[in-house]
């Protein structure tokens, strides 16, 4: 892979199953669950959108809009070039009204918004109409890869495109019916469910929540700028971490000793999250380790909340200690390495720097 | 945005309600012969109603073809995809050491076994190891692993639009040196939720659609999957065939109009259109045939009529288009890639295709299609295809001895 140019960050706002909305907020104070799944802590959405359109949005578009929105405001913008969104299931509570709808009343005349907004784009598309955006717009649909190709895309895109900016992130929302579907598929964690997550002594599974985060990246750096993203990469199946992660490494002149900080995707689920242990070992060792799922709860596009963070983490140069899992504090955060995957696939790279 | 790189297009494969690979497709549009009739397939109370374009295969006659157990997971979708997959990469070696990637696009995904199981998931154990066929990601995973592509894969899902996104990815992809070759197209199946959220907008005719027709009522649905390998240009030389076609620009535009409905005077398809010849370096009037997006709903046909004349000036200086959707139906996510087939078809036996079941211009228009086979020179082909929530895109396809 050739070293792309990096992107630089203007704004960025997240909703998650923590109070992120919250002006300030890092993670000093964290909300406990003892359920699964749990839906976002929803900020007061008639802040940024007016209440008529709030009431036909769906809870990926107001989530989607609203933290598009918001990070708008942050780089003090009204509108981008391009929209480029991630979305692991797309709008799943319509797909489901849709399917129930039709299964009770197949052959007579159904209610048809839930099936105009069930389609995966309605959020990229809704923050096109509510921004009058006729650029480049974009969805990616890749389970636990979905965020990762947005990011990807935006940075190839600000390649192609120099002079322009855009709005890049993900969104996934929880589905009842959906959510019943990944506990008999055995996804989900049963035994004592909790957020935090305890991560020593996990049990199987995950605990699933839901939130958006959207960013604004322009590829040129302002005084303001927040970070910069450098290199993403992806990867559908491995199972060496450590081959993949030197590989990167590598390829951006890097070594493992220069990551102030790597967020790890630690989830508490017993069956995988060895593979960040191998890795911490392998090439991390004594390094800050800072975990961020055990908080926010597992969906595809939950590493757009872990950009959020690392980009905070550069803000503030340090690291709290509820998102804090092994290592001491940095002396200096200036480069946060990001690694996830999902029961062992789609495997990202996100590397943010100062 | 320019593509300084060449892309070349190296293989490609399609299963439609016209044929189960590229050359039985090819006979069908040779012949004008259109794949549309009643549900045979599908298990809905719309059966005998509505007319769709289906590939007249079940299942279990997919899965035999393919040689996989009916006892594994695979949705519809993922079977027609991997059908078209094996066609489009017959004479390529993937795990050649070149970077190779894949972008598949869908909009159904596993719907159709989420529609059909979707009490029965709750009620006993015997499919649910359908349940994690749902996401539109776990087929293109599927799909991955049968082609033995393990890095870069990726699925878009932009509606009717979603296919030709995925095309144009990769060519970028190729462009940016992140890619030397990628595997690109996309899969939809009928799934009664399809059939019902259509039927529930009033968007079907009552018999065949007729594209670009006064009196054009409505469209047909469809179900098809179509890949195309794009190369690094070098790379495709270095093999004993030329490449089929040259995929030399491509466009991306949001109407940022309506949900579901185009703006009249097409402002997506058209800044779609002039990003797409803008890449090629090409004038509009270098283009010898518009494969049309022409779904034949009435909203539809107009936008893209008026995003052709503001192209072209006037109706006169329209080059030669039909819309291809009468033979297949609409196919959704599909219809970027198999109409990129249909375009590389038309390039490689120099014809252009029928646009069926027409008799009368839009008299706001004033624009004729195509309504016959003909011959013609065809050195570059523009390949239409819009979506929901306003997504437009167009490909430009050109002839590999240009």
Redesign the interface.
């Known amino acids: 892979m050739p070293m792309s140019k990096p992107i630089y960050i203007h704004g960025a706002a997240g909703i998650s199953i923590q109070p992120t909305t919250e002006p300030g907020y890092f993670f000093d104070s964290i909300l406990r669950y003892t359920q699964n799944a749990i839906p976002a802590h929803d900020p007061d959405y008639k802040v940024l959108i007016p209440a008529l359109q709030l009431r036909r949005m769906n809870k990926s578009m107001r989530m989607a809009i609203f933290t598009a929105q918001r990070a708008l405001q942050e780089a003090g913008r009204t509108t981008v070039n391009a929209v480029i969104t991630g979305s692991g299931l797309g709008c799943l509570r319509d797909s489901e009204r849709f399917v129930e709808s039709l299964l009770t009343d197949e052959g007579q005349s159904l209610n048809p918004t839930p099936f105009i907004q069930s389609t995966h784009n309605m959020a990229a598309a809704a923050i096109a109409l509510a921004l009058k955006c006729n650029g480049y717009n974009m969805t990616y649909v890749n389970n636990a890869n979905s965020f990762e190709s947005a990011v990807l895309d935006s940075m190839v895109y600000l390649d192609e495109h120099p002079d322009d900016t855009l709005l890049f992130g993900g969104v996934d929302e929880l589905g009842e019916r959906t959510t019943q579907f990944w506990d008999l598929a055995g996804y989900l964690k049963k035994q004592a469910p909790a957020i935090p997550t305890p991560l020593a002594n996990s049990t199987p599974g995950e605990i699933a929540a839901e939130g958006a985060t959207f960013f604004v990246a322009s590829g040129k750096p302002t005084p303001s700028a927040m970070g910069k993203i450098s290199a993403v990469a992806t990867c559908h199946e491995t199972d060496d971490s450590k081959a993949l992660v030197s590989r990167f490494l590598r390829e951006n002149g890097l070594e493992a000793g220069a990551i102030d900080a790597v967020l790890m995707g630690y989830n508490g689920d017993s069956r995988y999250d060895y593979i960040y242990d191998d890795l911490a070992q392998a090439l991390f060792m004594g390094a800050s380790i800072v975990g961020f799922k055990h908080l926010l709860g597992e969906y595809d596009t939950v590493t757009a909340a872990g950009v959020a963070i690392s980009l905070r983490l550069l803000g503030e140069q340090r690291i709290p200690a509820a998102l804090q899992l092994s290592g001491t504090q940095p002396k200096q955060i200036a480069r946060v390495l990001i690694y996830t995957q999902r029961r062992g696939r789609n495997h990202g790279l996100i590397l943010v720097e100062r | 945005?320019?593509a300084p790189v060449r892309i070349a297009v190296s293989g490609m494969g399609a299963i439609s309600a016209i044929g189960n690979d590229v050359p039985s497709n090819y006979q069908s549009l040779r012949s004008s012969r259109h794949g549309i009739s009643h549900i045979q397939q599908l298990d809905?109370?719309?059966r005998g109603k509505l007319l769709v374009g289906e590939v007249p295969l079940s299942n279990a006659e997919l899965l035999n073809r393919l040689g996989i157990h009916s006892a594994e997971a695979y949705t519809r979708s993922t079977l027609l995809a991997l059908l078209a997959v094996k066609e489009a990469t017959a004479d390529i070696d993937v795990a050649d050491g070149h970077r190779t990637g894949l972008i598949s696009a869908?909009?159904v995904?596993g719907?159709d076994a989420?529609?059909r199981f979707?009490?029965d998931?709750?009620e006993t154990k015997s499919h649910?190891h359908f349940?994690?066929t749902?996401?539109?990601?776990?087929g293109?995973?599927q799909l991955?692993?049968h082609l033995g592509?393990?890095?870069?894969?990726?699925?878009?899902?932009?509606?009717c639009s979603s296919a030709a996104?995925a095309i144009m990815?990769g060519a970028?992809?190729i462009s940016?040196?992140?890619l030397d070759r990628a595997i690109v197209g996309g899969t939809d199946c009928l799934s009664?939720?399809t059939i019902?959220?259509f039927?529930?907008?009033m968007i079907y005719t009552d018999g065949h659609c007729s594209p670009f027709d006064e009196h054009r009522n409505g469209l047909n649905l469809g179900e098809a999957a179509a890949y195309l390998v794009l190369e690094r240009a070098e790379l495709a030389m270095g093999r004993s065939k030329p490449p089929l076609a040259y995929l030399s620009g491509y466009g991306?535009?949001?109407?940022?109009?309506?949900?579901?409905a185009s703006s009249d005077n097409g402002?997506?398809a058209y800044?779609a259109m002039k990003q797409a010849l803008e890449v090629a370096g090409l004038d509009a009037n270098a283009v010898s045939y518009i494969n049309a997006h022409g779904t034949a709903t009435p909203n539809n046909d107009l936008a893209e009529g008026n995003a052709l004349l503001r192209i072209y000036g006037s109706a006169e200086a329209v080059p030669q288009f039909s819309s291809t959707k009468a033979f297949t139906g609409h196919t959704l996510a599909a219809a970027g890639a198999i109409e990129a087939v249909f375009s590389i078809l038309a390039l490689q036996y120099q014809q252009i295709f029928a646009n069926l079941n027409f008799t009368e211009p839009i008299a706001a228009l004033g624009i004729v299609p195509q309504t016959t086979l003909v011959s013609a020179a065809v050195g570059h082909v523009l390949s239409n295809s819009f979506?929901?929530?306003?997504?437009c895109s167009s490909l430009l396809f050109s002839h590999a001895h240009e």
């Open positions: 945005m320019s809905t109370p719309h869908t909009t995904g719907m989420t529609e979707y009490d998931y709750l649910r349940i994690a749902h996401p539109c990601g776990y293109t995973e991955a692993r592509v393990t890095d870069y894969v990726t699925t878009i899902s932009t509606a996104n990815l970028r992809m940016a040196g992140r009664r939720f019902n959220g039927n529930a907008l991306h535009a949001n109407d940022a109009f309506h949900q579901t402002e997506g800044l979506g929901f929530g306003g997504n």
